[in-house]
């Protein structure tokens, strides 16, 4: 099983400014890699996927980079609505489809 | 509209079962391999099942395998998790996710909560 983390486990941002979270795989995913937002109360949302490729209706202002075991998701100005939960998924080798534990953006 | 609306949830004692369904519509269910995530409450989501298009190919979690078994029925675009010798380890959401293809989730529904106690 692959597993992946996350970090930092919570990262403080002011609004307007850029939040670079990372995510780190324990084998080779290639560029197998996910990222989800999630806010309270709400089912996760598909950001990016292929690593760098944005997801239908994701705004620019989101941008993933990586391969093989390092990747990173930067906002780059962040919006009142991006303070949320953000998961990383591997889906390189599978059974089991394997997430990180998230990264929690929060108003600095 | 993409639509997936889980229903079925609610509270179960140990060591008993439940059955999950999400109704999907907006798309051609048939076409698209699906999955279940699950979440207990303020922790991370974790993958459970897979099952694909025609419902050929099912693969499961070690935590579920043995336990939960995935199905559907493409005649009623619907997906079903079918939950035996639940524990309180159980209690979560649990969201039906739609599969493009690559085993990635690029639309979840709403989630339905199974919450297990004695």
């Known amino acids: 099983e692959i597993m992946m983390t996350q970090s930092p486990a919570t990262l403080s941002v002011s609004p307007g400014g850029r939040a670079t979270l990372s995510c780190r795989a324990s084998q080779f995913v290639s560029n197998n890699l996910a990222w989800y937002q999630q806010k309270p109360g709400q089912p996760p949302r598909l950001l990016i996927y292929g690593a760098s490729t944005r997801a239908t209706d994701i705004p620019a202002r989101f941008s993933g980079s990586g391969s093989g075991t390092d990747f990173t998701l930067t906002i780059s100005s962040l919006q009142s609505e991006d303070f949320a939960i953000y998961y990383c998924?591997?889906?390189?080798?599978?059974?089991?489809?394997?997430f990180g534990g998230g990264t929690k953006v929060e108003i600095e | 509209e993409v639509q997936l609306v889980e229903s079925g949830g609610g509270f179960v004692h140990p060591g008993g079962s439940f059955r999950l369904s999400c109704a999907a519509s907006?798309?051609?269910?048939?076409?698209?391999?699906m999955h279940w995530v699950r979440q207990a409450p303020g922790k991370g989501l974790e993958w459970i099942s897979y099952?694909?298009?025609?419902?050929?190919?099912?693969y499961y979690a070690d935590s579920v395998k043995g336990r939960f078994t995935i199905s559907r029925d493409n005649a009623k675009n619907s997906l079903f998790l079918q939950m035996d010798s639940l524990g309180v380890e159980d209690t979560a959401f649990y969201y039906c996710a739609r599969d493009p293809g690559a085993a990635i989730f690029d639309f979840w529904g709403q989630g339905a909560l199974v919450t297990v106690s004695s």
């Open positions: 998924q591997q889906y390189n080798v599978w059974p089991p489809l394997t």
């Open positions: 907006g798309f051609t269910f048939g076409t698209y391999e």
């Open positions: 099952i694909s298009s025609t419902g050929g190919t099912k």
